[in-house]
């Protein structure tokens, strides 16, 4: 049966369903279960926004020359616009070394021709130091200091591969989880580049260093050794020359959103939507614990992140990051329910558990539910709940995605075809086939198999696409720029974002 936590204005709503109305007591069965969080609809005109502490963290190096740097900055410039005097910027860049432009400063109407002239300063050159760049604009969130705001963000842009510095998939994401002793991955052979000449083209009045780049950091100091992130990351590529693998996995390990831009006039929208969603945020540190009675056990428990069981399996905790107005978040769940009394009704088999910080209030909220099923036999036909089909559908392309590039850096294209072709034929025999999510999904598994074509197809177009598509259905979060010929462009998108990127 579906249970709903009685709606609150301004709080997440908890809605959880069974795939069908009864199971039969006489078995063991399995039950799938769909916990559905609700973000309520926020409307700035009517609350009061938190405020937002931003790095933005711009690869600079001599590939951004021709216009894509100008265009960057322009989009800057409209970043700026767009905060109030409560918010907070700061600017990084990254070539062969890693420049601080201007560390997080109010926007207030004094402080804003200095921030304005100060990214116009920015020129190209150099190689690119990626992580170096990174783990400076983390290290600045969790240095922050006094009225720190409760959203912080860095948004990480760049055009190409790391080619300075830590620069390896495994070592990247390892110095972020040690932004301040990511020196210590040199000395363990972690993969380093050492630039041909390192830049002495450095800007005024900016703080430069080789931040994760050929020579060791300092050792970390006290006031600030490796910590919690408060913040979370998102990631820009453009063009078809980027590691698309490397920024997705950032901007997971982040909590953010990998954004795959492929034309130079998406790179402001693309800005625009992230910056929409970030100022709508209206909850964070969303933890859910799962607790099982009466018998049953959790088989199967897919959410964003990867959950934690006691050793029983009869409790669950995952954490899901933030929500942003409007958007919704799927755990699917599959319990084993045990043999049950004849005729037993309802039987009450989890309880449900939500914490998070609600930005609106700005207080710790938490939640609860009991999910309770049916244990009878009425001998009625059985129906499918829709909602959980099209869940199920929406894990299984995604999953189906991910095997399909694993198969592609392989080699195998023919191997990765035919896993999204299976997938796509299970989706069409589904019952809940002609719903909007599914067929919009179905669209998408084609674009897919025209990326797998070939080695050319895959590396100019499939890779990014993929990488991009299947993070904006796992996370369930739009990363896009609206494309006329894709079905992403109303899937997941939130009046927030939209209202945004029509602004610029």
């Known amino acids: 049966m579906a249970v709903v936590e009685k709606p609150t204005e301004n709080k997440i709503k908890l809605i959880a369903t069974n795939e069908y109305q009864e199971y039969d007591p006489s078995k063991e069965v399995s039950c799938w279960v769909d916990i559905k969080l609700e973000a309520p609809i ?10 937002v502490d931003l790095v933005a963290v711009i690869d600079r190096s001599g590939s951004m020359d021709g216009g894509k740097l100008d265009l960057v900055k322009k ?9 109030a005097a409560c918010d907070r910027l700061a600017l990084i860049v990254f070539d062969d070394n890693i420049c601080e432009i201007f560390p997080l400063t109010k926007i207030t109407s004094i402080n804003k021709l200095q921030i304005e002239n100060k990214i116009n300063s920015v020129e190209t050159c150099g190689s690119t130091n990626l992580c170096g760049g990174l783990l400076k604009g983390i290290q600045m969130v969790i240095e922050r200091a006094g009225d720190k705001a409760d959203v912080a963000s860095v948004l990480l842009l760049t055009d190409g591969h790391a080619n300075v510095g830590i620069s390896s998939q495994d070592g990247i994401l390892r110095a972020m989880r040690t932004p301040y002793t990511a020196h210590a991955l040199e000395s363990e052979g972690m993969d380093m580049m050492m630039p041909q000449q390192m830049s002495t083209d450095f800007l005024p009045n900016t703080n430069c260093s080789n931040i994760g780049g050929a020579s060791p950091l300092e050792p970390a100091d006290k006031k600030h050794p490796d910590g919690d992130f408060e913040g979370t990351v ?6 078809n020359d980027h590691n698309a693998s490397l920024l997705e996995e950032i901007s997971n390990q982040g909590n953010g959103a990998y954004y795959y831009i492929d034309s130079l006039e998406k790179v402001p929208e693309s800005f625009a939507s992230c910056l929409g969603g970030l100022l709508s945020t209206v909850g964070q540190n969303i933890t859910m614990t799962v607790e099982i009675t009466n018998g049953c056990v959790v088989k199967e428990f897919t959410a964003k992140n ?24 799927d755990v699917l769940m599959e319990l084993k329910l045990p043999v049950s009394p004849a005729a ?38 059985r129906v499918s709940n829709p909602t959980i089909d099209k869940e199920r559908n929406r894990i299984n392309i995604t999953n189906a995605i991910k095997e399909a590039r694993e198969k592609a850096r ?9 896993i999204l072709s ?34 050319q197809s895959y590396s100019s177009y499939g890779s990014n696409r993929m990488a991009n598509m299947a993070q904006n259905y796992y996370n369930q979060r739009a990363n896009f720029v609206p494309d006329a010929n894709l ?3 109303v899937m997941y998108q939130t009046k927030a974002k939209s209202d945004m990127m029509k602004k610029f």
Request: aromatic share 8%.
């Open 422 to 455: 299976a997938c796509e034929k299970q989706v069409k025999s589904s019952v809940t086939a002609e719903d909007p999510l599914c067929k919009a999904m179905l669209i998408d598994l084609a674009d897919c198999l025209r990326g797998m074509e070939d080695e």
């Open 234 to 239: 998102y990631t820009f590529g453009f063009g």
């Open 306 to 329: 990867k959950p934690k069981y006691n050793e029983g399996r009869t409790r669950v905790e995952v954490t899901l990051g933030d929500l942003q107005s409007e958007e919704t978040r």
């Open 75 to 83: 989009t800057l410039h409209f970043v700026v616009s767009q905060l």
């Open 42 to 51: 926020f409307e700035e005109e009517d609350n009061k926004r938190a405020a």
């Open 410 to 418: 392989a080699g195998e294209f023919e191997k990765g075809r035919d």
């Open 344 to 381: 037993a009704g309802d039987v009450k088999y989890c309880s449900v558990a939500l914490a998070y910080f609600n930005v609106i209030n700005a207080v710790i909220e938490t939640i609860k539910l009991d999910l309770t099923v049916a244990r009878t036999n009425t001998g009625k036909p």
């Open 487 to 489: 079905s992403q462009n």
